[in-house]
């Protein structure tokens, strides 16, 4: 490789770097979005493959749930999804074995899918429970006196 070659790299190189651009990683978002027919599937899946950076969409009416993968950012994809007037809230469901104690009344969900409960954040389960820890406290084996409550 000559001067010439050389000088070529180096200005390639130098024209490819852009200052302050970070580039987007590839992100998958996950939206409960209320849907009742086909129509409405069609219209979220336009509405949200026409944003910027997003390379796939994948729509499951049963759940209501909308998967979006690419190179964009969550806050547009909310913003795109909520343009359609559909009820749309980020997915707030997690696989139950995740949560420490999936049955609080804050994380249990009718309509959650199977075996996933709402993502609460552990502040909201220390109120509950310390009326729970005293019923395990008194049933324990460690309780001397266990046997004589039963």
Known sequence: MGVAGTLEYFSDLLSNVKKGKKKKQMQTVALKVRMDCEGCERKVKGVL?????????????????????????????????????????????????????????????????????????VTAIIGETTVDDNYTNMFSDENPHACSIM
């Open 49 to 121: 493959s026409g944003v910027k950076g997003v390379k796939s969409v994948d729509v499951d009416l049963k759940q209501q749930k909308v998967t979006v993968t690419g190179y964009m950012e969550p806050k547009k994809v909310l913003k795109a999804a909520q343009s359609t007037k559909k009820k749309v809230e980020m997915w707030p469901y997690v696989p139950y074995t995740l949560v420490a104690h999936p049955y609080v009344s804050q994380a249990y969900d009718k309509k959650a899918p199977a075996n996933h409960v709402r993502a609460v954040p």
